[in-house]
């Protein structure tokens, strides 16, 4: 299953809420405001490299750079829309709203 | 791979359509059919033909209007969210229609992914 | 349009009810989608949860009270009702609080019910 997250972690539980339900080995995928979480040395990258420990973390390239967003947590993949659709081919989708 | 979109947010208000909008596009590119766009909640203001922006922005109705046009991609607006919003045939884009919920039903049981954009 | 294959459906209740339509709406969804006999759970996670809050009264706000509306789901053959046990505990509330019955699941138990499902959709 796949998870896309597309709040920022500082404005809505949608990133502290999916990783609750998540399972071992489901990627998850920060799209739009989603992408703030892989940001370095925020609140919540500890908890992104717990998460990173069990699950292929992804997050969508265009977004990232339309948000000035450079310094991403080790580990984190970087798709654009082609490799978003590569994903959901593999999996089943639980889009978090 | 077939797939369906749920959107459910009005455009330019949210990124979802614009990100919809993208998934779709490459979508069929790589070679998957997009079967259908669904639009709920304020999602079915997507679809209005009296959306007029700025000349250097986006026309988002234009758009669907031309996945329709160009990929067969059945744009449709949930009736019961429509009525709610103003959204009828006369303010309908060519390539849009407005239908039941039951639709969006046999979108989800006829195809291998259901997707949803939101708030 | 013959369901040839029953497909498990999850709705996820996330939003509270009033402030915005998304509980509503994801309601009446729910209604419709009843009646092609797929395989429909509903899960209320989060505020979602406030959705099922027993003595709403919507007079005074002007807007239609559904809290009732999720009781004629049983009658509608959509019996299976998940709530998330840590968002029911965190807001102070018990299953007492709620108008339907519904089974109270750890974490993992609906993250597992997740993993079964081929359409998902968030409220």
Redesign the interface.
Known sequence: MLHTINKSPFSSDSFDTCIRFIQPGDPVLFIENGVYSVQQGNRFSETLAGVMKTNPVYALRPDLEARGIAKIIEGVSTVDYDGFVDLVAEHQVNSWL | MKIGILLKEGPYNHQAADTAYKFAEAAIRKGHTVDAVFLYNDGVTNVTKMMDPPQDDRNIAVRWDQLHKEHGVEILACIAASKRRGICDEVLIEGGEITGLGTLTDIAIRNDRLLTFGD | ?E???V?K?MHVM?HAPHGT??SY?GL??IL??A??E?DLSVVF??DGIYSLKKNQDTAGIGIKGFAKTFMALDGYDVEKLYVDR?SLEERGLSENDLVVDVEVLD?AE???L??E??????H
């Open positions: 349009m369901n040839e294959n497909k459906i996330r339509i998304y709406e009446e969804m419709i989608m009646a092609y797929q996670i989060g840590v974490s609906i993250g597992a997740m993993n499902q081929d359409v998902i959709i968030h």
